[in-house]
């Protein structure tokens, strides 16, 4: 694995991703992601998996820096894979927990929420959430309804039309994580949650992931070509196009300053 750190423990895989410093979302890192959780649905060896980051960062999102140089097969591919990528996670049937090590904003907060558990952790300068809108990314059906499911209708409304980040308070008081812990903690309640789970008659635990997910499932399009189609296709609008090349422009002269 190029962008990946796998650790095999008693019952269960930790996931932890592991490319530069903020573990920024590609295509490479979409595949192996994938292949991970294949291997990991398929094992019957492995009851659940922890998917986290490195230190203070859980992943900063999509790799925009790389996927602007993207053509248009690309692109196309890189959003077919990345909206797969989703609905694997979604229909998992072992339990899969987050331990987010920092910041998860757009595509770090996309893995997130897909999962069963999210253990964050606390410090204001960590953020979480949906800017798609802010940064001109189409958000999916998919993970509106996804979104919707853990913080409510009305809350998932407001703060994905202002592409809001929420510091850790706003997302444990929002039901978007399930606990702030210290950092070097995080990933140890993610352990003690998945040992919770082993402990469990596995049979009854699946079956009743099946039932709480039924009903969000039965509301999601399962073809990953539709489900982030209109991503691929309003990338190359040129305005968006223009905004998004200043972001690119500006962040490469932070990099060399």
Sequence with gaps: MN????????GYTI????????????YDMVQELRQVF???????????????????????????????????KQIHDFFNVFGA????????????ISAI????????????VATD????????????????VAVNIQISQNLVETYAFWIGQGLASRYIMEGKLLNGKEALSSGLV?????????????????????QADQEIL???????????????????????KEAATLWWKPEIRTKMEAYVKSFSNKKKG
Excluded at 39 to 52: F, P, Q, R, S
Excluded at 123 to 130: K, N, P, R
């Design 117 to 132: 558990n999210r253990f964050m952790a606390d410090g204001e300068q960590y953020i979480i959430g949906l800017n798609e």
């Design 178 to 198: 399930d606990e702030l812990v210290p950092l070097e903690q995080v990933l140890p309640k993610a352990e003690a949650r998945m040992q919770q789970y082993l």
């Design 206 to 228: 699946l079956n009743t992931k099946n039932k709480l997910r039924k009903n969000l499932l039965s509301k999601l399009d399962l073809n990953a070509e539709n489900s982030l």
């Design 3 to 10: 962008t990946l750190k796998i650790i095999k423990k008693e």
């Design 38 to 72: 294949r291997d990991i649905e398929n094992d019957n060896a492995v009851k659940g998996a922890i998917l986290t980051g490195q230190p203070h960062y859980f992943s900063a999102g999509l790799d925009l820096i790389e996927l602007f140089h993207y053509d248009k």
């Design 101 to 112: 090590t920092g910041h998860s904003p757009a595509g770090g907060c996309v893995l997130a």
């Design 85 to 96: 990528l989703f609905i694997e996670l979604m229909q998992i049937t072992k339990p899969v």
């Design 15 to 26: 996931v932890q991703m592991n490319r530069g410093k903020v573990n920024a979302i590609n």
